[in-house]
């Protein structure tokens, strides 16, 4: 069983959708949790990052953390067609950062 | 890409052969690292580097090595390539504190896509 796991998708969507991005984790010690939003042939671009329970905001990403459940997501409000892209997400602790292997989301106009 | 730059960008070479990719920083970070990027698996941790000349092994380390004697470049070295190392491979760099916050945060590369023959 992998560390990180992650829904592999594809998901598709219709502009203006809610868009919800999960990974779960096994090892309860990993406290950064982190969203990078990777479009195709390119570097993984940081999206949001938390390192406690609870949602943090950011324009149209909320990121939500669970350390009871070891549950974290990621919800796209009124997703727009440039959200189109590989999510990924990334937990663990300094130096051994464990990515899950993304989701890719395609939103349709 | 936060200041992050690859070479090269692509490159297709032979099973045996040793290849050299380099990521140069202008960020002045203290962390760099080097992932490796395949389908179904993620980013995988190689190597990183926590200063010059300080370096450590990642979750899939063997077959490659590093080294760091600048702290705006990080090399990675296959000595001798094999099939299993074609892969997409990543720099990426972090800063341990912002305002006193320690964090964990890193900022990627553009990559090399690598192809072994």
């Known amino acids: 069983q992998k560390e990180v796991e992650q829904d592999p998708g594809p998901l598709s969507v219709p502009e203006g959708a809610i868009v919800s991005l999960n990974c779960t984790y096994s090892n309860s010690a990993f406290q950064y949790f982190m969203w990078y939003r990777q479009y195709s042939r390119k570097g993984p671009e940081l999206l949001m990052y938390t390192y406690s329970s609870g949602n943090k905001e950011d324009g149209r990403f909320t990121a939500q953390v669970d350390k009871s459940s070891k549950y974290i997501s990621l919800f796209i409000r009124d997703s727009q067609p440039s959200d189109s892209a590989t999510y990924l997400c990334?937990?663990?602790?300094?130096?051994?950062?464990?990515f899950g292997a993304g989701t890719r989301l395609t939103v349709k106009p | 890409d936060a200041g992050i730059t690859q070479s090269p960008r692509h490159k297709v070479t032979e099973t045996g052969t040793p290849v050299t990719l380099r990521c140069h920083q202008t960020e002045n970070h203290r962390y760099m690292y080097w992932y490796r990027q395949d389908p179904g698996h993620g980013l995988r941790l190689i190597h990183y580097s926590y200063g010059v000349k300080d370096t450590d092994k990642g979750e899939v380390s063997d077959g490659y090595s590093v080294s760091r004697s600048k702290t705006e470049d990080f090399l990675l070295t296959l000595e001798s390539a094999t099939s299993s190392q074609t892969s997409v491979y990543f720099c990426?760099?972090?800063?341990?504190?912002?305002?006193?916050?320690?964090?964990?945060?890193?900022?990627f590369g553009p990559g090399t896509r690598l192809l072994v023959l």
């Open positions: 990426a760099i972090s800063e341990r504190t912002s305002g006193g916050l320690l964090q964990e945060t890193q900022y």
């Open positions: 990334a937990i663990g602790i300094l130096n051994d950062m464990r």
